[in-house]
């Protein structure tokens, strides 16, 4: 059973919703916690923040001359000004968070639906590792989902489910076919976002196709 996509008008609640708590989780965390790593491979819980934060804090102007500086190419600029600022205190970034729960940014292209997703999945890469459970809402899981199964976004991961069947062990949710692989519906997203869990986060011989010692 795939997620049906979640009514445009409930997307900001959500959206507001899951940036609120996570600022609560960062306002939580200890001073070393920001320099610990996560899923985003050679980010830290700070240079994460600092990529969440930064549409609330540049302008479109500021971007455009941050893309032109990068030759164009958004991969390579998110990181340059990820590692940059993450130089900001963790209470100032935490701040950029939690002031701007209701920003109605987009991603270029997209709708509220790519932006509730990008808020989660980067959430989910920071409190996944350090082992805290966000407990998202199931409309926000569902949306996620619907999301990350997109055809969009199945071509930028370009995650291989060949013979795999997705199964989510806390939502009636499916997605392919073949041996189960069963998690939470979010470490199910991770994987469909190209992203590795530790182990024991899935069940089923398969599972160690998304998984790490």
């Not at 980010?43 to 102007?61: C, D, G, L, N, Q």
């Not at 990068?70 to 100032?92: E, I, K, L, V, Y």
């Not at 109605?104 to 409190?127: E, N």
Request: some cysteine; glycine content about 8%; hydrophobic content about 40%.
């Amino acid at each position: 059973m795939k997620s049906s996509s979640i009514p445009a008008v409930e997307l900001p609640a959500l959206i507001a919703a899951e940036r609120a708590e996570l600022a609560d989780v960062l306002a939580g965390l200890r001073a070393e916690d920001w320099d610990r790593p996560t899923l985003c491979a050679g980010w830290r819980v700070r240079e994460v923040v600092a990529h969440i934060t930064m549409p609330f804090r540049y302008s479109t102007a500021r971007f455009l001359s941050e893309m032109v500086r990068s030759g164009g190419r958004f991969d390579r600029m998110a990181d340059r000004c990820a590692r940059r600022d993450a130089s900001a205190g963790p209470d100032q970034l935490t701040a950029a968070l939690r002031d701007n729960t209701t920003h109605r940014w987009k991603p270029p292209g997209a709708g509220l639906d790519a932006a509730l997703t990008h808020d989660v999945i980067h959430g989910l890469d920071i409190t996944s590792p350090l082992g805290i459970d966000l407990r998202l809402p199931e409309a926000t899981l569902r949306s996620v989902l619907s999301t990350v199964t997109g055809r969009k976004s199945m071509k930028h991961f370009g995650v291989d489910l060949d013979g795999i069947e997705l199964r989510a062990a806390d939502l009636d949710w499916s997605y392919g076919t073949g041996t189960p692989v069963i998690g939470a519906a979010q470490n199910l997203a991770l994987i469909l976002c190209g992203r590795t869990l530790a182990a024991g986060q899935l069940r089923g011989e398969a599972g160690t196709r998304f998984t790490h010692a």
